[in-house]
């Protein structure tokens, strides 16, 4: 006889040990040592329709022998396994997957089934008791039972393997709110734990229950369903119906990048040549423009000249249309964004972040572009930055010392060896920037129809990676592409020799006056 046999009257065993226990604890040592026993033995067993008194037989021994034992250990919540078992310890070992099944189903099942498992074998309720005690129909209760007792059978013995490889990814949100990383956080600090980003991950494709969370990450249910109760009231997930939880935000992976490579390219051929040419007309153009060049020579403007002559084509021309954001449970408007991307496989976009203050002379704008090939990031100016560079700018000083000093220390402001400061950031005065949209309309806008079409057919397919339920972040992202797909004709380029690669530490960064 195998020993696969007693595996099949696991939920028995564990249900006679909870009735004959005072605790999950002693219901689990209990049940181990009937099985163990059971193991042991049953090589001695000579006839198979035997099996089930020959069991219980020994379930009553052994559970009148651990009575006796934890009678005496009880208040120090210690049990040591019999001298009498441990020369099988080798037997111990071989079945070693049928003794941490026990443990672990129990704990594997959601709230909903293990307090009906719990009232049925601890507490020796009736279903018409328990129907009572949680205020539910008596044919619930028997149904939960039986949907548990169905769990418990199929176990979780036979993990996924991803429950021994937990996911890491990057959490940060895009929208619009007020934080500083420190006295207001950003909310992504508050689902960045390492069992929330997994639960965010096994839940991204598809909506999960409880007990496959609990599976896929390896860990009880409910530690998930603690996670998964913080992850609701942070908005990151939603619940689906028939207790499942599905992520409610982007997480970027390999997918998008690969299908960035496969199509960009080959959509964009047929304009690419007219749309560089276009670029270098803009570069040549908005160089003879008496503006603050923060003494950039053209090889690192053109980088600039060409995300600002896009950002303007799409706000202008791009007929995708971009969903507005919902309010937050903090009052504003964003939505999370993740990535677990590996860097094989770039996906085509802009990073632009923005920071608007009023200054003396009207509203200014820092804008920082990141993800172009060749340079480096710098974070957004905070306020009072923007307002000493603009001083600086204009008057050649500022009254705000402390803010200078702060500027200084972060690189938006260089002291020289002469005492004379120097802002590192190119302007723009709000007639310099109209003239630049000049300067767009004639060289990049005759050709922007075509350069449209090719976005559009890139972005049907775009749009179909993305799940369903996250069509809104979808239409964000594929109308940013109108504007992001000038980081890979930038790249293009490079690759091809018709431009050059930026300076060492060049950051793509703007002040604008607004209106």
């Not at 949100?173 to 006295?183: A, T």
Request: hydrophobic letters at 35%; aromatic letters at 12%.
């Amino acid at each position: 006889m195998k020993s696969d046999r007693i595996e099949d009257y696991i939920e028995k065993v564990y249900g006679y040990a909870v009735r004959h226990t005072y605790s999950r604890e002693e219901a689990d040592e209990l049940s181990q040592e009937i099985l163990l026993t059971a193991i042991r033995e049953l090589p001695r067993l000579r006839e198979d329709s035997r099996f089930e008194p020959w069991l219980w037989g020994i379930a009553k021994n052994v559970t009148r022998s651990f009575c006796r034992t934890m009678g005496k250990n009880r208040a120090t919540y210690f049990y040591d396994i019999p001298e009498n078992l441990i020369y099988q310890q080798n037997d111990a070992d071989q079945n070693e997957e049928i003794y941490d099944l026990l443990r672990r189903k129990i704990a594997m099942l959601s709230e909903t089934y293990r307090d009906i498992i719990i009232l049925y074998y601890y507490d020796g309720l009736s279903t018409k008791a328990i129907s009572e005690k949680l205020c539910v129909p008596e044919g619930t209760v028997t149904w939960r039972l039986s949907e548990a007792r169905k769990k418990i059978r199929k176990g979780f013995d036979q993990m996924n393997q991803t429950a021994l490889r937990p996911v890491r990814m990057h959490i940060n949100i895009y929208g619009n709110g007020d934080y500083d990383g420190k006295r207001k956080p950003f909310p992504s600090e508050f689902i960045n734990d390492a069992l929330s980003q997994n639960i965010l991950f096994h839940s991204y494709e598809q909506p999960r229950t409880v007990e496959e969370l609990a599976e896929l990450c390896g860990v009880p249910a409910y530690y998930i369903e603690d996670s998964i109760q913080n992850l609701l009231s942070r908005e990151a997930v939603i619940k689906t119906g028939k207790g499942k939880v599905q992520t409610n935000f982007v997480i970027w992976s390999d997918q998008y990048g690969i299908y960035c490579e496969e199509n960009a390219e080959k959509l964009l051929a047929p304009v690419m040549e007219r749309l560089l040419s276009a670029l270098k007309n803009i570069s040549e153009q908005a160089m003879q423009m008496d503006f603050y060049k923060a003494e950039k020579g053209e090889q690192d403007l053109f980088y600039l000249f060409a995300v600002l002559a896009f950002s303007y084509a799409s706000t202008k021309y791009c007929t995708l249309a971009y969903p507005r954001f919902q309010k937050r449970f903090d009052g504003n408007d964003w939505s999370y964004l993740a990535s677990m991307e590996t860097g094989k496989h770039k996906r085509i976009g802009i990073g632009t972040q923005t920071n608007t203050t009023l200054t003396s002379r009207g509203r200014y704008s820092h804008t920082v572009f990141s993800a172009i090939s060749g340079t480096i990031f710098r974070p957004m100016m905070y306020d009072n930055y923007i307002n000493v560079c603009e001083d600086l700018l204009h008057d050649g000083k500022t009254e705000e010392i402390e803010s200078l000093a702060n500027a200084i220390k972060d690189g938006y402001i260089v002291k020289r060896e002469d005492g004379s400061l120097f802002v590192t950031t190119p302007s723009f005065t709000m007639e310099q920037t109209e003239r630049f949209h000049k300067i767009v309309e004639a060289y990049l806008i005759p050709h922007i129809q075509e350069y449209a079409d090719c976005v559009y057919r890139f972005v049907e397919g775009y749009k179909k990676l993305f799940p369903k339920h996250l069509q809104d972040d979808a239409d964000r992202f594929c109308q940013h592409m109108f504007f992001g797909m000038v980081s890979f004709i930038v790249e293009y380029a490079q690759k091809s020799g018709r431009i050059k690669m930026p300076s060492e530490n060049c950051y793509c960064d703007v002040l604008q006056q607004l209106r």
